[in-house]
């Protein structure tokens, strides 16, 4: 099944978020069995979420409690079909660190034909990340065709085939 790795800075605001709205909307659309994670490039491991981040999608029925920060390693963007960044820094560190994972490397924006980031709400106070979960899950919807239909082809490429049959 195709996995999905969002990416951000600390991997308490806006991957979490994205990973969470991604796996209620694959859930409510047929998709089962995808794995969504999320990771951070400059996490801090085992941080909780923003108060904020899980109050505002606990609002949505969504559910950031048992949230963790990870820091994104090269293994976890071999293992992933697709990885969406939130900014285009991250995209191109992740694309210099791992040069034979560039295919699947891209900004979540581009997911709905943009080339822009998501601003970061940390620090700030409950309606940034109001407006964060707004925009995600706009992108997210809107670009849900086109993150099915790559980490659809990703997954099938790792996927060895099955042996010939007598």
Same mark, same amino acid.
């Given at each position: 099944?195709?996995?999905?790795?969002?990416?951000?800075?600390?991997?308490?605001? =806006?991957?979490?978020?994205?990973?969470?709205?991604?796996?209620?909307?694959?859930? /409510?659309?047929?998709? =089962?069995?995808?794995? !969504?994670?999320?990771? /951070?490039?400059?996490?801090?491991?085992?941080?909780?979420?923003?108060p904020?981040?899980?109050?505002?999608?606990?609002? &949505? /029925?969504? @559910?950031?409690?048992?949230?963790?920060?990870?820091? !994104?390693?090269?293994? @976890?963007?071999? &293992?992933?079909?697709?990885?969406?960044?939130?900014?285009?820094?991250?995209?191109?560190?992740?694309?210099?660190?791992?040069?034979g994972?560039?295919?699947?490397?891209?900004?979540?924006?581009?997911?709905?034909?943009?080339?822009?980031?998501?601003? @970061?709400?940390?620090?700030?106070?409950?309606?940034w990340?109001?407006?964060?979960? @707004?925009?995600?899950?706009?992108?997210?919807?809107?670009?849900?065709?086109?993150? !099915?239909?790559?980490?659809?082809?990703?997954?099938?490429? =790792? !996927?060895?085939?099955?042996?010939?049959?007598?």
């Amino acid at each position: 099944m195709p996995r999905v790795l969002f990416v951000c800075t600390a991997n308490i605001c =806006r991957s979490p978020v994205a990973a969470a709205i991604l796996r209620h909307l694959l859930e /409510g659309r047929g998709y =089962r069995g995808w794995q !969504v994670a999320s990771g /951070g490039t400059l996490a801090m491991p085992g941080l909780e979420a923003t108060p904020h981040s899980i109050e505002v999608l606990a609002e &949505r /029925g969504l @559910d950031l409690g048992e949230h963790r920060a990870q820091r !994104v390693e090269a293994e @976890d963007v071999k &293992r992933a079909d697709l990885v969406l960044c939130m900014e285009s820094g991250h995209a191109e560190a992740l694309r210099i660190e791992n040069p034979g994972e560039r295919r699947k490397i891209f900004l979540l924006t581009e997911m709905i034909g943009r080339h822009e980031n998501v601003a @970061d709400p940390y620090g700030g106070p409950k309606e940034w990340y109001e407006i964060m979960a @707004d925009q995600l899950s706009e992108l997210i919807e809107r670009g849900l065709p086109r993150i !099915v239909e790559l980490a659809q082809a990703n997954a099938a490429r =790792r !996927v060895p085939a099955a042996p010939p049959t007598s």
